[in-house]
């Protein structure tokens, strides 16, 4: 079947977070809208953020305290921010009957603890509006004309042609939820300069295998700093988990753009300071208390008084140290420090990142140069809106990524939704 008249206002292609707002928002301000979504269901990745508990924003109120997050891109996103900022999802969700909650780091989740709740919001914001939705339905073009965009062809072969487009197919993480870089293919025939998207927000992985025998192992506040040439380039304090594979967590999470650009250059050493604020003589003195309240003890049996269990046992048993099997008495002053300096210098190489499937982002997409970020239209074609995982934004965990989601959406949404409500007025 092949449509070819004008049906709609507006076609949205893509149901995840960006693409349900933009369709939800020009629809409640008057606009016929079209949602073409390939999977079974709308909001795949949306139900599986956040652990299932969805990070939805974070609660920085202040859009340019907010916006530090985005280093390359914070001059870029004043303009969308400053229209509907984290402040604007609260508003938004708890109108809407979807009270949220802040936890540390001014991460913010559904009171509910569900992701699946937010994307039930959502879906009702749409069906509210009576945004027409077509599952199962693939967009594998769009046909420009005379530098507009004019219809959306699917794969099946049926066309839909309307006044606005907005491409929020996502980018490349998490393949799995529908996110399979449809549209940077897409945009990139139309002409757009794509940046290479690579997994980001991601876990690293190392050669050491006590890293990997440490699976499963939780560290809360210690610091990492990653080095090249002996050289410290990042340092960073927080949470870290070792894996089968190496390194994860969120301070490993949000060090892996960096790490990964540092890995380019050459190769790349993680070192843990256990104790980040105790100094090392310090450190020294209270492993000399602890030795001495224990001297015939055998040292790997005592040493969890200091640290987890597993990781007390890895670190005295380290071939550089090799003092598991040693009696306190038997550990020379020499060997002591060693330790000392050991848990403030625990050593392993990163040898790279896991891929897309295990990243939360992909940071590639269409660079910002080339959109109006006044209302996310696109700079080559202006009734052509750009939204969401599509566009080459760097920035950490915390809830940013869909607090990025529901800014482009809204934002793309009321000025679609404007735009037609003014043409209907004459
Ligand atoms: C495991 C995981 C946990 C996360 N947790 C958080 C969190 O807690 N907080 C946070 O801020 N961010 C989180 N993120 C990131 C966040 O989920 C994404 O940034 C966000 O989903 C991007 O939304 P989007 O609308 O741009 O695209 P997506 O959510 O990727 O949705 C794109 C949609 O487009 C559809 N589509 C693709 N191609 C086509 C096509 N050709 N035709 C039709 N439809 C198409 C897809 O099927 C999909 O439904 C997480 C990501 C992952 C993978």
Redesign the pocket.
């Known amino acids: 079947m092949k449509t070819t008249t004008q049906t709609y206002d507006l076609i949205v292609?893509?149901?995840?977070?960006?693409?349900m707002m933009a369709a939800g928002r020009a629809a409640e301000l008057g606009a016929r809208v079209l949602l073409?979504?390939?999977?079974k269901h709308?909001?795949?990745?949306?139900k599986?953020?956040?652990g299932g508990r969805?990070?939805?924003t974070n609660a920085e109120f202040n859009v340019r305290t907010f916006l530090e997050n985005f280093p390359q891109s914070k001059e870029f996103l004043f303009s969308p921010f400053s229209k509907f900022s984290a402040k604007d999802t609260f508003v938004f969700f708890e109108e809407k009957g979807l009270p949220l909650v802040v936890e540390a780091r001014k991460r913010a989740f559904p009171a509910s603890q569900k992701a699946f709740d937010v994307f039930l919001t959502m879906e009702k914001y749409i069906r509210a509006h009576r945004v027409k939705v077509e599952k199962n339905?693939?967009?594998?073009s769009l046909k420009k004309k005379d530098g507009k965009i004019v219809s959306v062809k699917l794969s099946d072969g049926k066309e839909y042609s309307a006044r606005y487009f907005a491409l929020?197919?996502?980018?490349t993480?998490?393949p799995e939820?529908?996110?399979?870089g449809?549209?940077f293919k897409i945009l990139s025939k139309l002409g757009h300069i794509i940046a290479k998207p690579n997994p980001n927000i991601v876990p690293l992985k190392t050669s050491a295998k006590w890293v990997h025998d440490l699976s499963g192992t939780t560290l809360s506040f210690m610091t990492v700093r990653f080095k090249q040439n002996g050289k410290t380039k990042i340092k960073k304090t927080g949470k870290i988990l070792f894996t089968h594979f190496g390194v994860s967590g969120p301070l490993i999470l949000n060090s892996s753009y960096e790490v990964r650009k540092l890995l380019k250059e050459g190769p790349v050493e993680a070192s843990i300071d256990l104790f980040p604020d105790t100094e090392e003589n310090d450190l020294d003195r209270r492993v000399q208390n602890l030795f001495d309240k224990n001297k015939n003890k055998k040292l790997k049996n005592m040493f969890s008084e200091l640290l987890p269990k597993a990781l007390a046992e890895t670190i005295v048993g380290l071939p550089e140290l090799e003092l598991s099997q040693r009696t306190i008495n038997s550990i020379t002053r020499e060997e002591r420090k060693k330790l000392v300096k050991k848990m403030k210098d625990l050593t392993f190489p990163i040898t790279g990142t896991l891929g897309f499937d295990k990243?939360?982002?992909a940071d590639g997409g269409v660079i910002l140069e080339e959109v109006d970020l006044k209302n996310m239209t696109s700079k080559l074609y202006p009734n052509l809106y750009l939204?969401?995982?599509?566009l080459s934004i760097n920035r950490p965990?915390g809830?940013?990524?869909?607090?990025?989601?529901w800014t482009t959406g809204f934002v793309a949404g009321t000025d679609a939704g404007e735009k037609v409500t003014a043409l209907l007025r004459g």
Do not use: Y
């Not at 939820?177 to 399979?180: C, P």
């Open positions: 292609i893509g149901g995840g977070p960006s693409g073409l979504e390939k999977n709308l909001g795949e990745k949306l599986i953020t956040g969805c990070n939805i339905a693939r967009v594998s929020a197919t996502g980018g993480a998490a939820t529908g996110s399979t449809d549209g990243a939360i982002i939204l969401g995982d599509t965990s809830g940013f990524s869909l607090q990025m989601c």
